[in-house]
């Protein structure tokens, strides 16, 4: 019994991996999120202790300051009358 020269020998190829699935892509939107949540709620260290008066804008004006009528913002206002 021999072979005849005209056998082709066949080789098995492995499947083509299959793409994600919806599923495992929604399991792993739900681990990433509950892993930024844990990330939050967990101690970030010692913090330096600012005082109050630190704590004010430095910038702020002293006289009051606030919201002003100036001419720049009377001529915002003319433009955007209907």
């Known amino acids: 019994m ?13 499947a083509p991996s299959s793409p994600v699935s919806r599923r495992g892509v929604v399991a792993g939107a739900g681990v990433a999120g509950a892993a930024a949540a844990a990330a939050m709620l967990l101690p970030r260290g010692v913090q330096e202790a600012v005082p109050a008066t630190a704590a004010a804008a430095p910038d702020a004006p002293k006289s ?11 001529r915002y206002y003319s433009t955007t009358r209907v």
């Open 2 to 14: 021999s072979k005849s020269p005209n056998t082709v020998a066949t080789t098995t190829t492995p």
């Open 64 to 74: 009051g300051g606030g919201y002003q009528l100036t001419e720049h913002v009377l």
